[in-house]
């Protein structure tokens, strides 16, 4: 199993970013994924999840900000984040979790850096 975020960048407050995780190795269909992110001196959070039957719930301090989605024939994760603030600047992680087995998967993280 691999996964590979990319996206990550500098931008200025109120901009946007989008994030995509590409999977190897792992089905949709038997695992859900999420996005994570971990903040200079803080404890790694969840931002955003999709299940293995697509619902998909949101960390309050995104709601309305960010989206998560997945393209299942390119088999990637994507997160569109947009109003993007200076506290959401952070590392963010893929993150697969096997729903059976509840086997975790985390790949390399991408750095988003938002000015303020």
């Known amino acids: 199993v691999q996964l590979q975020a990319c996206g990550g960048g500098l931008v200025q407050d109120g901009g946007s970013l989008r994030l995509s995780c590409a999977a190897s190795?792992?089905?949709?269909?038997?695992?859900?994924m999420g996005w994570y992110r971990q903040a200079p001196g803080k404890q790694r959070e969840l931002v955003a999840r999709i299940t293995s039957g697509g619902r998909t719930n949101y960390a309050d301090s995104v709601k309305g900000r960010f989206t998560i989605s997945r393209d299942v024939s390119k088999n990637t994760v994507n997160l569109q984040m947009n109003s993007l603030k200076p506290e959401d600047t952070a590392v963010y992680y893929c993150k697969g979790t096997h729903i059976v087995t509840l086997r975790e998967y985390w790949g390399k993280g991408t750095l988003v850096t938002v000015s303020s």
């Open positions: 190795g792992i089905s949709f269909s038997i695992n859900n």
